[in-house]
């Protein structure tokens, strides 16, 4: 595959919420590009379009790669990873949230560079900027050149534009300006430079590796180039890291409440990954002790959806007492770009990646457990395929709460009227998916699964939750201007 071509999409993932960005970088270790890589690697479920990597090293520069297609079949070539010199590199594994989607185009492709008077810098960003289109008309309308149709590219012009001394003081000036969700890891010629938004909706967090140091949105990609994590950077904190003289602490941001994203529990996150000193794994097999709590049924067994549902199914199973089985297989080996996707091949839809284990549910009383309903097309097809295996009868059992309302904070959600629970009641969904029950987590339940023992402060939540409650933390202002309607206050 060129690194000008996107893969193609799988029938299968229409109708999963895609899983934003993630990014990661290192300081202060040799190769420091092959660590990145490593990282972006362990992030791929965050974004699977497109991966790039910039590093410095003092006498060659700043050096970069940007691809489309998977980390694995890119930047494990040793012609390549040798263009990327240096002890100080970040990276950003790609889906679009903002711009083009499905159209994207390698100059959308993060990290982001741009040369400054005091030297150069590089970005990579994961969330969404919700006055993105109003900043890129200010910034054009001053003489600004964009080269991407991304939202991140705006840090860049506002940093650029800014009179502050420095490339860490003109980020903060830059991102003063910005609303919505960002985690962002920049670097200079020296330094690794770490961000949250004063929510802390998306993640971020710190690692140790010998003399080195690492910034990720995820630990479990410090596990696997062997840091030692940290903690994680704080809502509203900046960190700005050296080799020689470690992390400084900045607080740019007036202080707010924190509202991290909720879904990082429910499926973007990795089992293995740890939020908040929590464990995902066990988050998601509390979500599903909960789930059992709230909507008991008479049934045989209990099955996942392969894979993200795994964890629910088998904490549903244990609280219920029936038995937890794998109805359902999951091909590992099936890729994005396994075939040429023609009609033929669509129409057999997500039989590609699943298998029903017909041996197991025949004549069974099925509970399935999955992650989230979204438009629900590959709920329909799941069940029809345990039907057609002889199910006896068939129970959706959904491990958080009926998503109603799009995300606009670095997540990629259908347009409201597309997303089934704004659209229908949960009876109604369940006539439409044609199934013998569904239920759905409540939010107080889900927030009782993520350690808030008395559920959701209505006045204050503790989470952003806007998918679920409609309620906004940060007002999406670029898409109120273009007619969004917002959730009237109750």
Known sequence: MSDTQMPP????????????????????VTDAANF??????????????????????????????????YVRDNFTSQKLMETLPGELAI?????????????????????????????????????????????????????????????????????ARSLQRNIPE???????????????????RTKLIGVRDPLGVRPLVLGKIGDGWALSSETCALDIIGAEYVREIEPGEMVVITADK???????????????CIFEHVYFSRPDSIIGDRSVYETRRQIGVELARETPVEADLVCPVPDSGTPAAIGYAHESGIPYGMGIIRNQYMGRTFIEPTEQIRNMGVRLKLNVNRALIKGKRVVLV????????????????????????????????????????????????????A?????????????????????????????????????????????FSGEYPVKPSDMVEKGFRMKAAE
């Open 246 to 260: 470690g992390v400084e602490s900045i607080r740019p941001f007036r202080p707010q409440k924190s509202r991290f």
């Open 9 to 28: 999409a799988h029938p299968f993932d229409d109708d999963k919420l895609k899983e934003e960005c993630g990014i990661f970088g290192v300081v202060g």
């Open 36 to 69: 990145v890589a490593l990282g972006l690697h362990a992030l791929q479920h965050r974004g699977q379009e497109a991966g790039g990597i910039v590093s410095h090293h003092p006498e060659h520069g700043f050096n970069n790669a940007r691809r489309f297609g």
């Open 370 to 421: 999955d992650d989230s309903v979204v438009r629900g097309t590959t709920s329909r097809k799941i069940k029809e395929m345990i039907l057609d295996a002889g199910a006896a009868e068939v129970h959706f059992r959904i491990a958080s709460p009926p998503t109603a309302w799009p995300c606009f904070y670095g997540v990629d959600t259908p347009q409201r009227e597309k997303l089934l629970a």
């Open 91 to 159: 990276g950003h594994v790609r889906y679009s949230t903002a711009g083009s989607k499905g159209q994207t185009q390698i100059r959308d492709v993060q990290p982001f560079f741009g040369e400054f008077s005091m030297g150069g810098a590089a970005i990579a960003h994961n969330g969404n900027i919700t006055n993105a289109e109003a900043l890129r008309k200010e910034l054009i309308e001053r003489g600004s050149i964009f080269q991407s149709s991304s939202d991140s590219e705006c840090i860049i012009h506002l940093m």
């Open 170 to 188: 003109r980020m903060e000036d830059a991102l003063r300006r910005v609303e919505g969700a960002f985690s962002v890891v920049a670097m200079t």
């Open 423 to 467: 659209t229908m009641s949960e009876e109604e969904m369940r006539d439409h998916l044609g199934v013998d029950s569904l239920k759905f987590i409540s939010l107080d339940g889900l927030y009782r699964a993520v350690g808030e023992a008395s559920g959701r402060d209505a006045k204050s939540p503790q989470y952003c939750d806007a998918c």
